[in-house]
């Protein structure tokens, strides 16, 4: 199973995971501090380190977590973990978080998501927030037995191939492949525009190629529609009409949709399914689907955006 690849022993990040309650179904690490980035983020020793933590049951967590770390919480802790949950489900992409928090010696920032909350996003790329960063290399730090939840994971990380194969060539390099999947979550995100280093993509890239290697060659060599030369570090798809149509068919349904709104004229209300076999024929087929991922990021990336800044008001 690709998700394998994912998984780290690193005794330092089960060091801080002790400091929090253990009911997660997942808890994974990533960004500058777990995998070395090329550019202005290169300085991985005193890189802040980025955890998600996937929890069943929100309120029950956050009950305990406000016992064991008060001081992390913002002015939210004194409503409640009942508040901290609602503002979780319903603001930003699902997911409350804790920066700047110093644990062990390292600065640290997490997230914390809801099981079902964070399968939806892997099945339906709902905003490609958590989901995003999974389809990058993660430090997989805990994970229990759920089955849906690992099927989920994996499913996300097929879907990631798929996008990335239909706003790709017909023939091209392993390094062009991961830009694209890379860059899916940065699709429309506005601060890929304003703030953030542009070359952002790359530099995750460029240093980690070993790792998407990793996380990807099962999938790609399992799959039916194209040829991996693993050798030469080269991969050709199938770019027919009917190749292109079975590609779109097994995308995420939130960016189906997204498409099925870019392409339906106004009073035709055609259904999905016939939009994308339309969209299969079509020359500029994988500019509709980059123009889908933008319309389906960048709502919940401005979310986002207004969630941290009012924290930032808030805590300074």
């Not at 998600?52 to 939210?76: G, Q, R």
């Not at 390094?175 to 280093?197: H, K, N, P, Q, T």
């Not at 530099?203 to 799959?223: C, D, G, K, T, W």
């Not at 991996?228 to 570090?233: H, L």
Request: with cysteine; glycine share 6%.
């Amino acid at each position: 199973m690709a998700l394998q690849a994912l998984h780290s022993s690193g005794v330092a990040f089960r060091k801080i995971l002790s400091h929090f309650p253990e009911e997660l179904s997942l808890a994974f690490a990533y960004g500058s501090g777990v995998y070395r980035q090329a550019g202005p983020n290169s300085d991985q020793k005193n890189a802040m380190l980025d955890f998600v933590f996937t929890v069943d049951d929100p309120i029950a967590w956050h009950s305990e977590n406000l016992k064991k770390n008060w001081s992390h919480y913002s002015f939210l802790k004194v409503l409640g973990p009942k508040i901290i949950t609602s503002v979780q489900n319903n603001y930003g992409a699902g997911v409350y978080y804790n920066p700047l928090i110093t644990c062990d010696g390292r600065l640290i920032k997490y997230g914390v998501i809801s099981t079902t909350l964070l399968i939806e996003d892997l099945l339906n790329w709902n905003n490609l927030y958590v989901a995003g960063r999974l389809q990058k290399p993660v430090k997989i730090v805990a994970m229990n037995e759920n089955v849906i939840l690992q099927s989920a994971l994996d499913k996300n990380l097929k879907s990631a191939v798929t996008a990335a194969f239909l706003m790709l060539p017909e023939s091209f390099s392993e390094e062009d492949l991961f830009i694209e999947i890379a860059g899916l979550s940065y699709s429309g995100d506005f601060r890929m525009v304003i703030g953030e280093d542009k070359t952002k993509v790359l530099n995750i890239v460029q240093p980690n190629m070993a790792h998407f290697r990793e996380l990807y060659s099962s999938i790609l060599q399992e799959n039916p529609q194209v040829v991996y030369k693993t050798q030469q570090g080269r991969l050709e798809i199938d770019k027919s009409p009917e190749g292109q149509f079975t590609q779109l068919m097994t995308l995420p349904k939130t960016l189906q949709q997204q498409i099925n709104h870019i392409m339906d004229p106004p009073g035709k209300n055609r259904d999905v399914e016939e939009t994308l076999l339309q969209l299969a024929h079509d020359p500029d087929c994988g500019d509709v689907v980059r123009l889908g991922l933008k319309k389906s990021v960048i709502y919940s990336s401005l979310k986002l955006h207004k969630m941290w800044k009012g924290w930032l008001r808030k805590t300074s």
